[in-house]
């Protein structure tokens, strides 16, 4: 009898000053859900947080869902550009252990294949403990291609997203062992680190 997959425990923030004050809906954070769901064959139970754009505030709330509520991944939205009130990053990099360049490089190259002002972006990617936490973008859209990349329309990678890098980032870190789903993203391991699936649907 196969044994299920490992349980995850995921937390969401989206930092906007706006949103969180009810001026508009937040579109990140279920942007987030449905595609984590729809690309893990995990069960997930996700933490999500609707914050302004503090520091402190952010710098916190990373704390709680790492330090508190045990969380393997958090995501941030929103809050990674030039202006003054985007502290995402300093934020993220504040509670790190350690930094993570590549995730942000790699988002930074996705953009730009559709605007030239993804330069601006400034999103990281830092370990704390047991768990990685990146910066993501805030539109639906963007979250989609930076997790997932781009396809041609025969289905044919053309740019690879973050997220095929990310179950094998957090098994190096002591984390659970993340099963997606190919249809969507295909996580990328060396053959020494696959496991046979465990319930996979």
Same mark, same amino acid.
Request: charged share 25%.
């Given at each position: 009898?196969?044994?299920?997959?490992?349980?995850?425990?995921?937390?969401?923030?989206?930092?906007?000053?706006?949103?969180?004050?009810?001026?508009?809906?937040?579109?990140?954070?279920? /942007?987030?859900?449905?595609?984590?769901?729809?690309?893990?064959?995990?069960?997930?139970?996700?933490?999500?947080?609707?914050?302004?754009?503090?520091? /402190?505030?952010?710098?916190?709330?990373?704390?709680?869902?790492?330090?508190?509520?045990?969380?393997?991944?958090?995501?941030?939205?929103?809050?990674?550009?030039?202006?003054?009130?985007?502290?995402?990053?300093?934020?993220?990099?504040?509670?790190?252990?350690?930094?993570?360049?590549?995730?942000?490089?790699?988002?930074?190259?996705?953009?730009?294949?559709?605007?030239?002002?993804?330069?601006?972006?400034?999103?990281?990617?830092?370990?704390?403990?047991? !768990?990685?936490?990146?910066?993501?973008?805030?539109?639906?859209?963007?979250?989609?291609?930076?997790?997932?990349?781009?396809?041609?329309?025969?289905?044919?990678?053309?740019?690879?997203?973050?997220?095929?890098?990310?179950?094998? !980032?957090?098994?190096?870190?002591?984390?659970?062992?993340?099963?997606?789903?190919?249809?969507?993203?295909?996580?990328?391991?060396?053959?020494?680190?696959?496991?046979?699936?465990?319930?996979?649907?």
């Amino acid at each position: 009898m196969s044994e299920a997959p490992d349980a995850v425990r995921i937390g969401l923030v989206a930092a906007s000053d706006r949103a969180s004050q009810g001026v508009y809906k937040d579109e990140g954070i279920p /942007a987030l859900e449905q595609w984590l769901a729809a690309a893990l064959a995990n069960p997930i139970e996700f933490v999500p947080r609707l914050i302004p754009d503090e520091r /402190a505030r952010i710098e916190a709330t990373l704390k709680e869902l790492v330090d508190e509520r045990a969380c393997d991944l958090v995501v941030t939205t929103g809050g990674t550009g030039p202006a003054a009130r985007d502290v995402t990053p300093e934020a993220t990099l504040a509670v790190a252990d350690r930094e993570m360049p590549g995730f942000g490089e790699q988002m930074r190259r996705i953009s730009l294949e559709f605007v030239p002002t993804a330069i601006l972006s400034r999103q990281v990617a830092v370990i704390r403990g047991k !768990c990685l936490i990146l910066n993501l973008p805030g539109q639906p859209k963007s979250i989609r291609e930076t997790l997932e990349g781009l396809k041609s329309p025969e289905g044919k990678p053309l740019v690879a997203g973050i997220f095929a890098a990310v179950p094998y !980032c957090i098994d190096l870190i002591g984390g659970p062992y993340l099963e997606t789903r190919e249809a969507i993203v295909k996580a990328f391991r060396p053959k020494s680190a696959i496991r046979a699936p465990r319930g996979a649907r």
